[in-house]
């Protein structure tokens, strides 16, 4: 089992930024890639970033490419997203989540096995 707390959710106004952090515990952190999902109201959840392993390769959704960044601190068990720019449509609560098996950074959500509760970020226009 993975256990994964998220952080840093709040209210921003839009073109502010924020740092989401998801802080793991349980198995070895570094055998998992590392994703952030989000879900905003009436939708479905959507892919938001991935990183393999040792944070070589990086995944990103088109529509936040440019503006957030996923990183990973292994000796810290903890995952980040830097969000900047960030507009309206990124309100929604961002979950993190720890996908074993294979290295690759994969933007599917079934193949995730493990999931935080989630932080709640909303960005005001």
């Known amino acids: 089992q993975v256990q994964l707390v998220e952080s840093g959710g709040g209210l921003v106004q839009a073109g502010g930024s924020l740092r989401l952090s998801c802080a793991a515990s349980?198995?070895?952190?570094?055998?998992?890639?590392m994703g952030w999902f989000r879900q905003a109201p009436g939708k479905e959840r959507e892919f938001v970033a991935a990183?393999?392993?040792?944070?070589?390769?990086?995944r990103y959704a088109d529509s936040v490419k440019g503006r957030f960044t996923i990183s990973r601190d292994n000796a810290k068990n903890t995952v980040y997203l830097q969000m900047n720019s960030l507009k309206p449509e990124d309100t929604a609560i961002y979950y993190c989540?720890?996908?074993?098996?294979?290295?690759?950074?994969?933007?599917?959500?079934?193949?995730?096995?493990?999931w935080g509760q989630g932080t709640q970020v909303t960005v005001s226009s």
């Open positions: 990183i393999s392993w040792k944070g070589v390769a990086t």
């Open positions: 349980g198995r070895t952190f570094s055998n998992y890639a």
């Open positions: 989540a720890a996908k074993g098996g294979s290295n690759f950074p994969s933007s599917i959500s079934r193949e995730y096995s493990f």
